[in-house]
């Protein structure tokens, strides 16, 4: 089994609608980060997570939250969908400092 | 501003050959670096890392080297292998900081067999 799962896979919705990306982990790990993947440009943090009371921002937070529901399940929300947050979605966590682990993606069309 | 920059978007290397993958990075906090694949509908996978203190590490066909001076780090694959097909991110971060990952666009290696 997959150490980090997201939920959806993929997903299209409409203009102004809200929508929930989820993420678990089985890893065990400290810390959890989200990231958006456009064409053509490297990963960009939205947001993350050292640990469940804490959440901070990343370089692109503007239009997303995130809810931190425990250690292992870190949701991405976009509370009314625009078509530029039309991207790949990465989770990806973390014990402590070290090396970042991915999930494989969520594809998010927003018409 | 870019901060870690991958100046090739695309490279082409004949199987058993050497690829070499270039990256510079601006921010002179950066101290710690790494070197991700990823392969279509998979997410990123770490490969190899370095931190500051060295200036090579080696594991297997990979070896990634760190020139602080010019603030250049670079992959190199040898031999290259068609299963190494797959775009390489290098991406950056600073102890001092909060360990955010900065990451660059990616190269897309292409090994022809």
């Known amino acids: 089994d997959a150490d980090v799962t997201q939920t959806p896979r993929n997903r299209i919705t409409k203009t102004g609608k809200r929508i929930m990306l989820e993420c678990s982990q089985t890893?065990?790990?400290?810390?959890m980060y989200w990231y958006r993947q456009d064409p053509g440009l490297g990963l960009r943090l939205i947001y993350y997570?050292?640990?469940?009371?804490?959440?901070n921002k990343g370089e692109i937070s503007d239009g997303y939250s995130v809810s931190r529901q425990a250690q292992a399940k870190f949701s991405l929300s976009l509370e009314s969908a625009i078509p530029n947050q039309t991207a790949l979605y990465f989770c990806?966590?973390?014990?402590?400092?070290?090396?970042?682990?991915f999930g494989p993606g969520t594809r998010l069309l927003v018409l | 501003d870019q901060q870690v920059k991958q100046n090739s978007p695309s490279l082409s290397v004949q199987e058993g050959r050497i690829s070499i993958l270039n990256c510079d990075y601006t921010n002179s906090m950066f101290d710690y670096f790494l070197w991700y694949k990823k392969y279509p509908a998979e997410g990123p996978t770490f490969l190899i890392s370095?931190?500051?203190?060295?200036d090579k590490n080696e594991d297997g066909r990979f070896t990634v080297f760190l020139n602080k001076s010019a603030k250049h780090l670079s992959l190199h694959i040898v031999p290259s292998q068609p299963g190494d097909s797959a775009v390489y991110f290098c991406?950056?971060?600073?102890?001092?900081?909060?360990?955010?990952?900065?990451f660059g666009k990616g190269t897309k290696l292409s090994v022809i067999p």
């Open positions: 890893k065990g790990h400290d810390r």
């Open positions: 370095i931190s500051s203190i060295k």
């Open positions: 997570s050292f640990d469940v009371k804490d959440i």
């Open positions: 991406a950056a971060y600073s102890g001092a900081g909060s360990y955010q990952l900065t």
């Open positions: 990806a966590t973390s014990q402590g400092e070290e090396t970042q682990y």
